[in-house]
């Protein structure tokens, strides 16, 4: 845990400082299995990236516990000016197409069978979906080389035009029904996943078009940052193909595939049903602690450069990772992020352990949740009934 500044302790320190090096596990876990696989001979082992995402990362969330301790506003900018944060993640990109370059050479040696074809996609597919918090922290940066080195982190899951969608859409219709990534109450992740991915796309190309013509452009344009992100995720494929051959064409496809919806169930999670409202004036309130599901698990917070700290992210977006709070009145989740994109997937579950925590965040007041089309019946009758509820 973090030190505070105390008259006993006037120089404060980040506790957590050689563990934010753990961010960087994610693209060593691919080397570790093929360790594996060359000693064992057994291509079993190429499950070994995703079967630890959710078999070790989720226990540890637990068993190591959590720091909800913030760095005094005095030492922030020392703590953000000092390089050793910004070369943890720039390490990221160069780590991930080594590890990304492994993983497709394996998939297009032979020798696997269907059941390891899939652990080796599904694995590759957690490394680059894991990169995407990686290019969310670069993204939000004002350098010029910071938010390159996002399209390029992002290149592998064909998912470049999130920077644009998350920094200028998400980020204002946040918490509302019209943002198309904040889930809505009743709404499961299977159901969120097309209006999310979809929604997305069409959001990022209109809001770079609407840029665009301002500028008196079209949005047939090389400085489109839609069409330049873009463009790095066939460059990528294109090279790999001529390198390895078709073969590989479906393994790219499923670790994309698996690597954007990693992002899309953690948006998922982030803003389930919470609602920002509106003032008389017909216009949403600002974005409050309170409109962020949070988690101060250090276990899987020093892997996503404190994204569970998301209150904090979305009041201060150019924030760097490891000056990020916590705030005592944002609704906290029962564990860190990787334990509950597995609840996610099982929607029984998922309402069973979140809808109440929910419903009590708003003191049972429906009328404050964003509810999914289609749901409010089902969820009134539930609901709507518990003490100090509104319909």
Known sequence: MSMQASAENPVWTDGKRREWLLSLLP????????????????????????VFAYGVIVPLELLVGEDPTNPPESAVPALEADPYYAWIVAAFAPLQYAAFVMYAWAAARGGLGPIEMLGL???????????????????????????????IVLAPTAYGHFVVEHNRGHHVRVATPEDP???????????????TVFGSLRSAWALEKERLARAGQGPW???????????????????????LGTSIIPFLIIQAIVGFSLLEVVNYLEHYGLQRQKGPDGR????????????????????????????????????????????????????GYAGMTLLAYFPPLWRKVMDPRLVAHYGGDLSRINIAPGAEAA???KWGAAPGAKA
């Open 27 to 50: 693209v060593l876990l691919p080397w570790a299995a093929l360790a594996l696989v060359t000693a064992t001979g057994l291509n079993g082992f190429w499950w070994f990236g995703f």
């Open 121 to 151: 996609a599904l694995s590759a597919g957690f490394m680059n979906g894991v990169g995407i918090a990686n290019a969310h922290e670069l993204g939000h940066k004002p350098t010029l080389r910071e938010r390159w080195l996002a399209k």
């Open 181 to 195: 990534t904040s889930a809505r109450m009743g709404e499961s992740f299977w159901a969120f996943w097309p209006r």
């Open 284 to 335: 949403y309130e600002r974005c409050k602690p309170e409109h962020s599901w949070n988690s101060n698990r250090v276990a899987s917070n020093v892997q996503l450069y404190h994204l569970q700290r998301h209150s904090d992210h979305h009041a201060n977006a150019m924030r760097r990772y490891q000056a990020l709070r916590h705030f005592d009145d944002a609704p906290q989740l029962p564990t």
């Open 379 to 381: 969820i009134r009758a």
């Open 221 to 243: 344009t090389p400085r489109n940052d839609v069409l330049n992100a873009w463009i790095m995720t066939p460059v990528l494929f294109g090279a790999l193909i001529l390198w």
